[in-house]
């Protein structure tokens, strides 16, 4: 089956700064999700993003399909970012089990 | 809101006593997973429904059942807890994608439920 890495695994930062997380996928995808884990369990979804750019607010996503590869952007970091990020992705037609990736686990401090 | 409901959020059970997990969904989705999650992992794919159709994945233990009565609700059974058991339980909905439209594809989660197995 497909595998999904995401890096880096852990990462701290200070409120209000910038951060880029990765996600790579062996094979070829037509469905390619982030999301955000809370400290409470409750996973929220991000991007819908098989391909190209979208941003929301201070997030955004880049998908590069040919590479096999997608980007979170975390601007201006806030305390509320924290939790653990996994992108999840799909690679067969019709409604999709998707594969989730190894996440990546955010603390952003005061 | 549409949305996805698990209760309880928290449920704690005893070695070996059955306990249901339920989820209900208003997005009207013809798809329904049940995941579980343990500490520091991802999600993992336990069965989904493609509306009645029950799919099992090849390493999800007999000990795990599934019902869906309608297109709103579905069931998580566990007949026989034991403490390997103890996970976060997330419930998933999305549209077939090949019924067209933007959304499909697109999973939503519930809130989940948390077992403690004592």
């Known amino acids: 089956g497909i595998q999904v890495e995401q890096s880096p695994p852990d990462l701290i930062l200070q409120e209000g700064a910038n951060s880029t997380l990765r996600c790579n996928f062996s094979?070829?995808?037509?469905?390619l999700q982030w999301f955000h884990q809370n400290p409470w369990g409750q996973l929220i979804n991000l991007f819908y993003?098989?391909?190209g750019t979208k941003q929301n607010g201070r997030l955004s996503a880049t998908t590069v399909a040919t590479e096999r590869y997608s980007l979170l952007y975390i601007s201006s970091s806030q305390t509320t970012d924290s939790g653990v990020y996994f992108c999840?992705?799909?690679?067969?037609?019709?409604?999709?089990?998707?594969?989730f990736g190894t996440g990546t686990k955010l603390q952003v401090i005061p | 809101d549409a949305m996805v409901i698990q209760n309880p959020r928290y449920q704690v059970t005893q070695f070996g006593k059955p306990v249901t997990l339920s989820c209900s969904q208003t997005l009207n989705h013809n798809v329904m997973y049940w995941y579980q999650q343990k500490s520091s992992q991802a999600p993992k794919l336990l069965f989904h429904?493609?509306?009645?159709?029950?799919?099992n994945e090849a390493d999800t233990p007999d000990n795990f059942q599934s019902r869906r009565p309608n297109t709103s609700f579905c069931f998580l059974d566990i007949r026989s807890p034991g403490l390997g058991d103890a996970a976060m339980y997330l419930c998933?909905?999305?549209?077939?994608?090949?019924?067209?439209?933007?959304?499909?594809?697109?999973?939503?989660f519930g809130a989940g439920t948390r077992l403690s197995v004592l």
């Open positions: 429904y493609y509306d009645k159709d029950f799919n």
């Open positions: 993003i098989p391909s």
């Open positions: 094979d070829s995808v037509n469905n």
């Open positions: 999840a992705v799909a690679s067969s037609g019709g409604y999709q089990k998707v594969t």
């Open positions: 998933a909905t999305s549209r077939d994608g090949s019924s067209g439209g933007a959304a499909k594809n697109i999973q939503y």
